[in-house]
């Protein structure tokens, strides 16, 4: 009744949807329906650069990352391996899963590039959408 089973990884910054994906600190993986659905498991990034995060994630067989900003590469990396990414979003990881299953948390935003031609995030080129104001 509750619509397809769902596996759901949530990149997250403490008790909050990570604003960069390669920079969460843990992806919480959610599982179920949109009538019942729980956490099922954390998985801890190997931390950023490694490029391994899509393989994780894709190892892991979810279907969905939900995630507040991530790159171009990653993004493709992701679909690649069959999840679809959800951008834009943001607050407590339960919350937005629960948006995703009933249909109500679209994707929005672009992927992170352009923003180091910005005076904002001058000496940051190498890394681009750094701290809290980026991606979004």
Request: net charge negative; proline share 4%; with cysteine.
């Amino acid at each position: 009744s509750g619509g397809p089973y769902m596996k759901i990884a949530v990149a997250c910054m403490g008790e909050e949807v990570s604003m960069h994906f390669g920079h969460s600190e843990v992806f919480k993986v959610f599982e179920g329906t949109k009538d019942s659905f729980q956490e099922t498991k954390i998985i801890h990034s190997p931390g950023h650069g490694k490029g391994s995060l899509p393989q994780l994630l894709i190892k892991e067989e979810v279907g969905v990352l939900i995630t507040g900003g991530l790159g171009e590469g990653a993004m493709q990396k992701l679909e690649a391996g069959g999840i679809e990414v959800i951008r834009g979003a943001e607050g407590p990881p339960a919350v937005a899963v629960n948006e995703y299953l009933l249909g109500t948390l679209q994707s929005r935003g672009e992927a992170c590039k352009g923003y180091h031609d910005h005076s904002h995030d001058h000496g940051t080129e190498k890394q681009g959408c750094h701290g809290q104001g980026g991606c979004r």
